[in-house]
């Protein structure tokens, strides 16, 4: 990329993906990063719940199921933009790679980019809301921490060599 000095130290300018190779790589790297990963997270997730349902039956237990199917929806939902993004830049013809900072077109690659890892923050909440036994180790986790973080005072108790009880 080319660089540029200004008055207040350096500039750099992003080029893009100038060289010749790229413009035939682009179309397969697309394929690997972005869509395959979506439909392969669609694939497992439909597999997984047929799977489920027809070995139990008649008593599908949710609980595991639901977080697999959010999170597969929050994955999918998370690179969308970048998908649409990618899939619709070579159809505008537009030979000029070089993004300028206050083109709509560079707003909206910014955010498809951000978006794209919603889907690993999403992932916390979406056990917490779905999955019972971490919302307890959440729960538990926190009024372990808690005495520490408000300043109580505590007291310890030795019950044998192993074991430390702490009295709030």
Sequence with gaps: PPVQQASSGINAEYGGWTSPTWSWLKPPAFFIMALFPGLVMITTTILL??????????????????PVMVTAAVYIVSIL??????????LLGDKNEVLERES???????VAMALISIHIMANFFIYG???KSFRDFLYGRVKD???????????????????VRING
Excluded: H, M
């Design 104 to 110: 709509s077109e560079f707003v909206y690659y910014r």
């Design 49 to 66: 719940v047929r799977e489920a349902a027809k070995v139990a039956q008649d008593a599908l237990k949710w609980q595991g199921l639901v």
């Design 81 to 90: 933009p970048y998908v649409a993004y990618s899939s619709v830049k070579p």
């Design 145 to 163: 921490i808690l005495p520490c973080v408000t300043g109580r005072k505590q007291s310890l108790t030795f019950t044998n060599s192993n074991t």
């Design 129 to 131: 809301l779905t999955i």
